[in-house]
């Protein structure tokens, strides 16, 4: 997740909330947000209406090795 650098704090704040593990980190992205496969569509939803959210990507892991 990219957020918006004077809207942070919110975009954290209401992350926070969601049933899933949320990571702060450095570099093109503020937040990595790792959840089971079957919230996606949930959480992609509920990003999509957090105001200072500018951008997502998203990653599927296929296998941890």
Known sequence: VKATPTKRN???EEVSK???TSLRTTG???LII???RN????IL???STI???EETKTHIILKKI
């Open 10 to 12: 919110k975009v954290y």
């Open 18 to 20: 969601m049933h899933a």
């Open 28 to 30: 093109n992205m503020d």
């Open 34 to 36: 790792e959840a089971d």
């Open 39 to 42: 919230k996606l569509e949930e």
């Open 45 to 47: 939803n509920k990003l």
């Open 51 to 53: 105001e200072g959210v």
